[in-house]
C-alpha cells in the first residue's frame, strides 16, 4: 500500500550554548493510509519533537516530508493553512491544549468557521455531529475544560482534530494523563473512528502496553535516531536491538510463576549536543565493540523488520536462527 506520508533523513536540530542538540535526526520511515504506527522511547529520545515536525509545528532543519506524494518540507503560509486540513494532532494534557474559556461549542466552532468546513447556517448542526462522533453527551455543549473530567477533555481534543476532516493525526501520548479506565475509552474510540474514516496515526508514546494495542507498526527511538522497526506483535515476539530488548525487558508480568531476564542499562547516555557519528546506545550497550564506533543505518534484518545495529546478527543469533 502506498504511504499517506513518508519522511526521509528528516533532522530537527535546536541550537545551545554548547552547540547543537540532535532531537531528531536522519530519522526514515513511512506511514500507510489508515495504518497506525506506534512510536516508543524514553522521556528525551524526540519522538514528539518527530511528529511535530513532521506537521510543521516545528520546522525541519534537513531532510524532506511528503504527503500523498507531495514534498511539503518547504510550505508558504497560504499552503500550510491548506495543509492544517489534512494533518492535525491531539497533544497529551487535554487541560493545558484547550483553551479554559471556551466551552465544547467554541472549541468545535473555532476550526470549522476557519477551514470554511460550516457556514453559520450548517454550524450547529456541524457541533453536535461532531460530539456525537467522539461520544461527548449534547447536554456538554456549554460546558467549559474545568467543569469536565480528563476523559471528556480528550474526546473534545479529538474532536477538534476531527472538526478538519484530516488524514493524518498525530497523537502525542494521548491518553498519558488520564485513568487506566479512560485510557481504553479513548483508545477504543480512535480505534473506532479509524475505521469508520480511514484515519492514519502516528501514536507516540512511552507506555508499552498502550502501543501494542492499538499499533500495526512500533518504531522505536534512542537520542533521536530509529533503532528497530517492525510489525507490532513482531517486535514484542522476536525484538532484536540491545535497547529494545532491555524496555521489553521492564515490562511488569502479572504471571508470578513467569520467569523474566532483567536487560539492565549502565553507563552514561550520550550527549544529543554534537554527538559522535557512531552508534548512541554504545556507552550503554553491553555488546558494544569498535565497530559500534562507526555510523549506523536501518537495515533489513527480517522480512520488514529493520535494525540499526552492526552486531544485530551476533547479538541475536539465537532469535534469528529460530526464524531461519
Known amino acids: 500500500m502506498a504511504a499517506l506520508v513518508e519522511i526521509k533523513k528528516l533532522q530537527k536540530y535546536f541550537d545551545t550554548p554548547r552547540g547543537k542538540l540532535h ?27 518527530l511528529g511535530r515536525t513532521i506537521i510543521h509545528l516545528l520546522e525541519s532543519t534537513g531532510g524532506q516530508i511528503f504527503f500523498e506524494d507531495n514534498d511539503i518540507t518547504h510550505v508558504d503560509n497560504r499552503e500550510l493553512k491548506k495543509l492544517r486540513e489534512s494533518m492535525q494532532i491531539v497533544f497529551q494534557d487535554p487541560f493545558s491544549s484547550l483553551n479554559p474559556r471556551y466551552t465544547v ?16 447556517k450548517t454550524l450547529s448542526a ?11 453527551a449534547r447536554r456538554m455543549r456549554m460546558a467549559y475544560p474545568h467543569e469536565m473530567d480528563g476523559g471528556r477533555r480528550q474526546r473534545v481534543a479529538v474532536g477538534r482534530a476531527l472538526a478538519m476532516n484530516p488524514k493524518f493525526i ?29 484515519l492514519t496515526y502516528m501514536f507516540v508514546t512511552h507506555d508499552l502496553s498502550v502501543v501494542r494495542y492499538i499499533s500495526d507498526e512500533i518504531s522505536v527511538m534512542y537520542l ?14 522476536r525484538s532484536l ?23 539492565l542499562i549502565k553507563g552514561e547516555i550520550t550527549s544529543p549536543i554534537n554527538p559522535k557519528p557512531g552508534c548512541r546506545f554504545a556507552s550503554r550497550c553491553p555488546h558494544a565493540s569498535e565497530a559500534c564506533e562507526a555510523p549506523q543505518a536501518l537495515e533489513e534484518v527480517l522480512p520488514g523488520h529493520f535494525v ?17
Open 170 to 198: 498525530v497523537c502525542d501520548e494521548p491518553v498519558s494523563a488520564l485513568d487506566v479506565s479512560i485510557q481504553a475509552q479513548v483508545l477504543n474510540l480512535m480505534q473506532d473512528l479509524q475505521e469508520e474514516y480511514g
Open 308 to 324: 540499526s545495529c552492526c552486531r544485530v546478527k551476533e547479538v541475536s543469533a539465537d532469535t534469528l536462527s529460530t526464524v531461519n
Open 105 to 120: 461549542e467554541d472549541t468545535l466552532k473555532e476550526p470549522l468557521l476557519r477551514s470554511g468546513q460550516a457556514d453559520r
Open 224 to 237: 533521536g535516531q530509529l533503532v528497530e522497526t517492525c510489525g507490532s506483535e513482531e517486535l514484542f515476539e
Open 126 to 136: 456541524e457541533i453536535t455531529k461532531l460530539m456525537d462522533m467522539v461520544g461527548i
Open 23 to 49: 532531537a531528531v535526526d536522519n530519522v526514515t520511515m513511512s506511514f500507510e493510509q489508515g495504518k497506525t504506527m506506534g512510536v516508543v522511547g524514553e522521556s528525551g529520545c524526540g519522538k514528539s519533537t
Open 241 to 263: 536491538h540491545p535497547y529494545t530488548r532491555a524496555l521489553l525487558s521492564a515490562i511488569p508480568s502479572v504471571d508470578i510463576t513467569k520467569k523474566i531476564e532483567r536487560v
